[in-house]
């Protein structure tokens, strides 16, 4: 029996059901860093409920095509508050003249075997978002965990872009509306002295 022990999820997921793809749309990193995407980008997410979070990305550059983003989160249901930081790698494509954020995290599968000890795995995933920016607003729409009708894995980039462009093309609603978040850009907080 699995069980998810311990998801690492990409700010712009973490409140969605984000499609966990094995592959990104593109094989690798090919567009150069857009520098208007470096910040701190500060959100609020409430999702009709007694449910809400704050959260915060701290988008730097990792390399000439490539981000490193950590999502400083607190969520609050009720009483109970869950304080996060998750950490991943970013970067662009394009499909059909839209800008996606394919974001590397892992996740670990633990897998119980009745008396024997547990077996820990870390797996590898991409989750998916479109995003524009407009100003000092940030906006991501994340890939819903059911968008492809056929519910399947993609052995490829290739075979998810075509998806992708494919469903899109047909007018279908492949994010999760809901769960499309807006972030603005502020200062990065100066870090508190310690007492």
Same mark, same amino acid.
């Given at each position: 029996?699995?069980?998810?022990?311990?998801?690492?999820?990409?700010?712009?997921?973490?409140?969605?059901?984000?499609?966990?793809?094995?592959?990104?749309?593109?094989?690798?990193?090919?567009?150069?860093?857009?520098?208007?995407?470096?910040?701190?980008?500060?959100?609020?997410?409430?999702?009709?409920?007694?449910?809400?979070?704050?959260?915060?990305?701290?988008?730097?550059?990792?390399?000439?095509?490539?981000?490193?983003?950590?999502?400083?989160?607190?969520?609050?249901?009720?009483?109970?508050?869950?304080?996060?930081?998750?950490?991943?790698?970013?970067?662009?494509?394009?499909?059909?003249?839209?800008?996606?954020?394919?974001?590397?995290?892992?996740?670990?599968?633990?897998?119980? $075997? !009745?008396?024997?000890? %547990? *077996?820990?795995?870390? @797996?590898? =995933?991409?989750? #998916?978002?479109?995003?524009?920016?407009?100003?000092?607003?940030?906006?991501?729409?994340?890939?819903?965990?059911?968008?492809?009708?056929?519910? $399947? !894995?993609?052995?490829? %980039? *290739?075979?998810?872009? @075509?998806? =992708?462009?494919? #469903?899109?093309?047909?007018?279908?609603?492949?994010?999760?509306?809901?769960?499309?978040?807006?972030?603005?850009?502020?200062?990065?907080?100066?870090?508190?002295?310690?007492?």
């Amino acid at each position: 029996m699995k069980k998810l022990l311990w998801l690492i999820p990409i700010s712009i997921l973490l409140y969605a059901c984000p499609h966990e793809s094995a592959v990104p749309l593109e094989a690798r990193p090919v567009e150069p860093v857009d520098s208007t995407l470096l910040g701190y980008w500060y959100g609020i997410v409430k999702d009709g409920s007694d449910y809400f979070g704050i959260e915060a990305l701290d988008i730097t550059q990792n390399s000439d095509s490539t981000y490193a983003i950590i999502r400083y989160g607190k969520a609050a249901k009720g009483d109970i508050i869950l304080p996060d930081t998750s950490y991943f790698t970013g970067y662009i494509s394009y499909v059909n003249g839209q800008r996606f954020m394919n974001v590397e995290g892992s996740i670990v599968l633990v897998t119980t $075997r !009745g008396k024997k000890p %547990p *077996e820990i795995k870390t @797996q590898k =995933v991409f989750y #998916l978002a479109n995003f524009s920016l407009q100003r000092d607003t940030l906006t991501m729409k994340t890939i819903t965990e059911n968008f492809s009708p056929s519910r $399947r !894995g993609f052995a490829t %980039p *290739e075979e998810l872009k @075509q998806t =992708v462009i494919s #469903l899109t093309g047909q007018g279908k609603n492949i994010y999760d509306d809901l769960y499309a978040l807006s972030y603005r850009k502020i200062p990065r907080p100066k870090p508190l002295k310690p007492f």
